[in-house]
């Protein structure tokens, strides 16, 4: 239950594994203009982190955990 | 010590006495070619023994020693004295370090320096053109240790990184630390080892900044390949480098550590452009410097900063030198080079001798390497496409078996082994096929086989091949597409002539071959059969002491009945005897299923950054295969819980004055007839309170109940049902599995969990159960004219209570027992019989008090029987839905006993 | 139940392959050397074979080709060596290896290719 996809948007909460980055990579391909919410998570296994960083979805919310969101920043802002 | 590394230490001390006594002989006869390969050989087996253990250390120096005594039986380099005490000390130190995995179980990381010198020592005499060395290596800690320093500091991209961050770390320099600039690129396989490559970087020691960034340009999204790791990650850390080559330990060639001066951190940033006129205070600053007025000096700069925009580049260079002014750590001619560049608005260039002055762990040996090449994985480059159902592991597999036939196949020689190297070949093919479930195509590749061998050439199977895992380039690119087997099997493999059916015999096992094995294989269902039959017997010899009563009692003939009974003794021995031989025959240790934890909690707990010793202890202890069966998955969800929630981090640990590294203990013992399995960490415990206050919430326990519960019955509340729902799970369990999982497996089997914690200083589950399934023993009650069995480890006693003793409280009965209230049931109600409990002569009742988890009842009966082992049968049809009953045995005069399910009806 | 023959010189070796594979399910027994794996393989046959290289008294390539030269049926054989030159590779499968392996062998990549190896899936 690691990551919940709504409509537009992908929800994390807690950790996302291994396994949830291949679901995650299918969604991702499928949408455009999708965004994801960070909020809830606490850790996201590196093959999802590469995946939001292929796909550069719109961050809607970061993580609540301060240095998380600033790997995560250093990875995913837009620059 | 688990048996792997306790094999290891064992076999590598004999090899290292034989490399020694072989070294003293080559002392004696320097060109003895076989003693030279004999050394060879143990260095060589030796090291590649080392590679199965996490110790690079050692590793690293065998295989110095390796390519060492390669070059000399190759005559690359001259056997000398000097060589051999070159191997020699090197075989000293892996001794030692031997020792230290046998009193520890792991190596300390304070052995990179000694290994790097003899692995210098070693290379030396391997003459410098040897290319073998820089031969691409299947291990890069197996590359020679290079010096460190590869990297200057001012390569680094340190601008990058806030001024604020730098200045941070600029402090904690000045106080004594190190600073070092930390990049980690894992191996692209990584996710496949069950990495988690980001979990390791953020847990890197004392990180004052990070970033991550893609070693390439992203592919297009539909072409991605979410499992090949293609991050790196930076980070600057005040950590020292042993915490950081500890941290990073499994993967530390994939690491590179740079140390960083301070003063490489004072860089001046932002717009170059605009600002008040600083000549005036670059001549005055300059005055004062020379004056040695520096607090005049820092008045003049804060000034300056109130009239500066904070965005200038300007500006920056003011507040570095405020802040080298505070701390007040540099050589005057630092402080000249920073006025300097406000006149010249170019960055301080830092001399050589000034950065040296800086604190860094330079001249520590070190794990520096540079390490971009690819790695040759052993198989094949992977295959980025999907194939259905296959894992990418799968098809990784599939494509490298399929290409090391074809490579067989295409050899051109035609020794006399060819026929067996074809059938082999088709054999593996073969097994790929049964292994992706395309049966279809077995005929063809027998058809096709059986025209290899008569042509005695690999021709018509690379055909085969070519037809049935098509494209000869996608072995190194795109997918193979055999996810869908070709629907109907090509024909166009090179056979010309079938060949009949009954003429292809290979793939299957010739039946004659003579086995002589130790021990014999027993199907399980033979072995069932022998537990059916001994249960009749032992059903059966139970009617003999009911024959002797007969004897006695409706025929009046004593003495036949006395011999009855005398034989009954020898037959019961002999049954029990037998019962106990079976019974040995299904008992397996209990190492059976301890010996897959070695591995998952090191696997686990790397991937979780912390550091777990396990202790096995016990293993040798029997108990039923059932029974033994029935533990894996609840000590695995134990043990997980242990890792995820008990254990904490290294860094936790030590701030809770525990040492870093945390310990779980797996015990089994055997107590009486039941086997016990304790499982103990020295993690962060229970806290009775959150159970309490969850337990109360979801409305398992009432206010009462919450003041005055115990801790100890606190704790325990984790087994109820109904208590880990989603929340309490994410809290005490983790991954969905709360312990009244492992409670109802554990009871499946007639066995009890435990659990006491105390918090802070750690848990323990402990697994009671029966050593068999096999047989039970019951104690038989009467009640309203029936015989009912119940479990005898249910039964605390048998006591028979005056009527006039029994109180009622509340319409519930209860009697005072031993000083403690036990409350009454009668069986007969609970099993929905109208009659009333009999008494006897004297008025008593007869009271049957069981145990039920930790409380104690008494149930009503008519009377007592005797105790007796059945064979416990499942309830079947009807019946089976019944879950008053847990089963029925057969009785030694015909009659069916059912034994009662307590659990249930109570 | 597939049974499965390790020849290797190293006991510490035979151990770790031992546990991985026993550990999935198959039976296992061992040979510390060419001579006595052949001694094995000829009584008894086995459907996979984990081949050492260099061993005392008869290596892996002489082991196998060996084996291949009988007129029995053939199992297919990995060869497990920490050679790491692209030449052991060839001899490897000129004398009759099916696949060629560099050790330390992780896990679950052998046992991916001993499952394949066999015709099975994933348990």
């Known amino acids: ?79 | 010590m688990n048996p792997l590394l306790e094999q290891f230490l064992s076999e590598a001390r004999d090899f290292l006495q034989g490399i020694g006594e072989t070294l003293m002989q080559l002392e004696n006869a320097p060109d003895d070619a076989d003693l030279m390969n004999e050394l060879f050989r143990l260095v060589h087996t030796l090291k590649g023994n080392s590679g199965l253990f996490d110790v690079p250390e050692m590793t690293r120096v065998l295989h110095a020693g390796e390519d060492l005594m390669d070059a000399v039986r190759n005559r690359r380099a001259v056997y000398s004295r000097s060589l051999a005490d070159a191997l020699l000390e090197a075989m000293d130190f892996v001794g030692m370090l031997c020792d230290e995995l046998e009193a520890d179980g792991r190596l300390s990381a304070a052995h990179g320096g000694s290994s790097a010198r003899l692995v210098e020592a070693l290379r030396k005499p391997i003459p410098a053109d040897d290319n073998r060395v820089a031969a691409p290596e299947p291990e890069p800690e197996l590359a020679p240790a290079r010096p460190t320093s590869t990297l200057d500091s001012a390569d680094l991209p340190l601008d990058g990184i806030p001024e604020a961050v730098r200045m941070q770390a600029y402090r904690r320099s000045c106080g004594g630390e190190c600073l070092f600039w930390l990049d980690y690129r894992p191996d692209e396989q990584s996710f496949y080892q069950g990495e988690d490559p980001f979990f390791l970087a953020r847990q890197t020691p004392e990180l004052l900044w990070c970033g991550i960034q893609a070693r390439e340009p992203w592919p297009p999204l539909a072409e991605l390949d979410a499992y090949c790791c293609m991050l790196s990650f930076q980070g600057l850390t005040a950590a020292s480098r042993a915490d950081l080559e500890e941290q990073y330990r499994y993967v530390i060639d994939q690491v590179r550590l740079t140390a960083i001066p301070r003063l490489a951190l004072v860089i001046p940033g932002g717009d170059p452009n605009g600002g008040p006129v600083y000549e005036d205070f670059v001549a005055d600053a300059r005055a004062l410097l020379r004056a040695g007025d520096l607090a005049g000096l820092v008045r003049n700069v804060s000034s300056m900063l109130e009239l500066s925009g904070p965005d200038l580049w300007i500006a920056s260079a003011l507040r570095w030198l405020q802040l080298v002014l505070e701390i007040g750590q540099e050589e005057g001619a630092v402080l000249d080079a920073l006025v300097d560049c406000l006149e010249s608005l170019a960055p301080p260039r830092w001399e050589a001798s000034e950065l040296a002055a800086a604190p860094s762990a330079a001249s520590e040996p070190t794990s520096d390497r540079q390490d971009d090449a690819p790695r040759a994985e052993h198989g094949r480059e992977a295959p980025g496409g999907e194939r259905d159902a296959l894992s990418p592991l799968e098809a990784d597999t599939l494509t490298a078996v399929v290409a090391a036939q074809r490579e067989v196949l295409a050899l051109s020689d035609a020794p006399a082994w060819l026929p067996g190297r074809i059938k082999a070949a088709a054999e593996a093919l073969a097994g790929c096929l049964r292994a992706v479930d395309a049966m279809a195509s077995l005929q063809s590749l027998e058809v096709a086989t059986a025209s290899a061998l008569e042509a005695r050439s690999g021709a018509p199977l690379l055909a085969w091949i070519e037809a049935c895992f098509p494209a000869d380039a996608s072995i190194e690119r795109g997918p193979v597409g055999l996810a869908a087997e070709p629907e109907s099997p090509p024909p166009r493999a090179g056979a010309q002539r079938p060949v009949g059916e009954d003429e292809i015999k290979f793939g299957r096992r010739a039946e004659d071959a003579i086995a002589a094995p130790k021990s014999l294989k027993v199907d399980q269902v033979k072995i069932d059969r022998l537990m059916d039959l001994i249960g009749e017997m032992v059903v059966a010899k139970n009617a003999l002491p009911y024959l002797a009563g007969r004897a006695e009692a409706v025929f009046g003939v004593r003495e036949l009945s006395r011999d009855i009974k005398g034989h009954y003794g020898v037959i019961n021995r002999i049954v029990e005897e037998m019962q106990g031989a079976i019974m040995q025959v299904r008992m397996m240790p209990v190492s059976f299923v301890f010996q897959r934890f070695p591995r998952l909690v090191r696997d686990i707990s790397r991937k979780l950054g912390k550091e777990v010793e396990l202790i096995l202890e016990g293993g040798d202890t029997e108990a039923d295969k059932t029974i033994i069966e029935a533990l894996g998955d609840p000590l695995v969800h134990i043990v997980r819980n242990s890792l995820d929630h008990g254990i904490e981090s290294p860094g936790q640990r030590r701030a809770a004055g525990k040492a870093a590294t945390g310990t779980l203990r797996l015990r089994a013992t055997q107590e009486s007839d039941r086997v016990v399995i304790e499982i103990a960490d020295d993690g962060k415990g229970i806290d009775p309170d959150v159970i309490k206050r969850k337990a109360y919430a979801k409305g398992l326990i009432d206010e009462t109940v919450l003041e005055q519960i115990s801790d100890q019955e606190a704790v325990n509340l984790v087994f109820a049902a109904g208590f880990s729902t989603t929340e309490v799970i994410s809290d005490l369990s983790g991954r969905g599995v709360g312990m009244d999982v492992v409670r109802t497996a554990v009871e499946k089997v007639n066995g009890s969990v435990a659990l006491t914690s105390r918090k802070g200083q750690g848990s323990q589950v402990r697994l009671s159960l029966p050593l068999s399934m096999a047989v039970t023993n019951v104690m038989i009650v009467v009640s309203d004219g029936q015989r009912f069995g119940v479990p005898m480890d249910r039964v605390v006693e048998t006591v028979r209570v005056p009527r006039a003793a029994i109180r009622v409280i509340k319409h519930s009965q209860a009697a005072v027992l031993r000083g403690r209230i036990v409350p009454l049931k009668s069986l007969n109600e609970l099993l929905g019989l109208a009659a009333q409990p009999k008494s006897n002569d004297d008025d008593e009742l007869a009271v049957l008090v069981v145990r039920l988890g930790d409380e104690s009842l008494g149930l009503l009966v008519d009377d007592f029987s005797e105790t007796l082992d059945i064979i416990l049968k499942p309830m079947a049809g009807v019946l089976a839905g019944l879950p008053a009953y847990a089963g029925s045995a057969l009785m030694g005069d015909g009659s069916v006993l059912v034994v009662l399910n307590l659990k249930e009806i109570l | ?123």
């Open chain 3, 1 to 123: 139940m597939k049974r499965i023959l390790i020849v290797d010189d190293a006991a510490t070796v035979r151990l770790y392959h031992r546990e991985i594979l026993e550990a999935a399910g198959f039976e296992v027994e061992e040979a510390m050397n060419g001579i006595e794996a052949l001694e094995r393989s000829l009584q008894a046959g086995f459907d996979l074979y984990l081949v050492d290289i260099n061993m005392p008294k008869l290596d892996g390539y002489g082991f196998l080709r060996e084996l291949r030269g009988q007129d029995l049926p053939q199992a297919p054989a990995i060869m497990i060596s920490t050679e790491a030159q692209p030449s052991d590779e060839r001899r490897a499968y000129a004398a009759g290896a099916n696949l060629y392996l560099r050790k330390p062998v992780k896990p679950e990549h052998l046992l991916a290719q001993v499952r394949l190896l066999l015709g099975e899936r994933r348990p």
């Open chain 1, 1 to 79: 239950m690691g990551i919940e996809f709504k409509k537009n948007l992908v929800v994390f909460h807690d950790v996302a594994s291994v396994e949830d980055a291949e679901v995650l990579l299918e969604w991702l391909q499928g949408k455009t203009g999708a965004k994801a919410d960070l909020s809830a998570c606490t850790h996201l296994h590196c093959a999802n982190l590469q995946v939001l960083m292929a796909a550069k979805p719109s961050i809607q919310a970061w993580p609540a955990d301060a240095p998380l969101r600033a790997w995560l920043e250093s990875a995913l802002v837009a620059v």
